[in-house]
């Protein structure tokens, strides 16, 4: 479902539940933005026993966390080993060097300190490992080339999703809020009059209103998680609107919405 569509299912049900306070575009976008965190913290929760395991990422894999495992090259400083975490770094799965993709242990950092200061440890020249430091990576050895040979390594980690946003216009005519999918924008057509168009150049709407600096961009950005939890989402948004429904409740009510709007 996309970001209107949700949002017009979830006003139809605060209407028909005659509950709860109609969702506007800016308390919409707030809960977005809650529920997106919530809903992943929630599921990273049950995972999250795992961490440091080796099974972590075939877990993950079934989960609806999945769509966000991502792998990343990023540059290591040879000199001392520190590379900057992508943004959204949640939690690294595994690291290897590009060149031979020799694996590069990930441990924590209180481990790191054991290993260093212990002469049963192995070389970290023939193990080498990494811990987290806030929103850096520590490579060790770093002076040598054995981690970051040519400077670069892959990461696969858990990256939090993007954050979803509900972006609009609003006719002339009749102020009607007309939604603006990703990549459409807002600029004036031969006659001075602003058009919503498509990300192809496709008209939408003639016009319309929006406040910027023509061409507006469409600030949209949908779910990024699987459409099998998208009923998820919107419980949890209904219920932080003041409507409690079950999954199944709204499965009917997307019917019913259909079904009128035939």
Not at 81 to 106: C, D, Q, W, Y
Not at 112 to 141: E, H, K, N, W
Not at 220 to 239: K, M, P, Y
């Amino acid at each position: 479902m996309t970001v209107h569509e949700i949002l017009t299912l979830a006003n139809f049900i605060i209407n028909k539940e005659a509950s709860g306070d109609v969702l506007t575009p800016t308390n919409y976008n707030a809960l977005l933005k809650e529920v997106n965190i919530s809903l992943f913290n929630d599921y990273w929760r049950i995972h999250e026993q795992f961490r440091g395991s080796p099974q972590l990422q075939h877990i993950l894999a079934d989960s609806p966390l999945a769509k966000f495992v991502v792998s990343s090259d990023i540059y290591v400083n040879v000199t001392n080993g520190v590379g900057t975490l992508p943004a959204g770094t949640i939690h690294i799965l595994s690291a290897h060097r590009i060149s031979n993709l020799f694996p590069i242990e990930m441990i924590t950092p209180i481990e790191a300190l054991r290993r260093r200061s212990s002469v049963l440890s192995p070389s970290a020249s023939v193990a080498p490992f990494a811990y987290v430091r806030g929103s850096s990576i520590q490579t060790v050895p770093y002076n040598n080339g054995a981690v970051a040979e040519g400077g670069n390594i892959t990461l696969v980690y858990l990256a939090l999703p993007a954050t979803p946003v509900y972006d609009y216009c609003q006719s002339i005519a009749t102020s009607k809020r007309i939604f603006m999918p990703v990549g459409s924008r807002v600029y004036l057509d031969d006659s001075m009059t602003p058009c919503l168009y498509d990300a192809n150049g496709v008209l939408l709407v003639t016009g319309v209103s929006k406040t910027g600096t023509y061409p507006i961009v469409s600030s949209t950005v949908e779910l990024a998680w699987r459409e099998d939890t998208h009923n998820q989402f919107i419980s949890r948004i209904l219920g932080k609107a003041g409507v409690s429904l079950s999954e199944m409740n709204i499965a009917q009510y997307a019917e019913l919405m259909k079904k009128e709007g035939e």
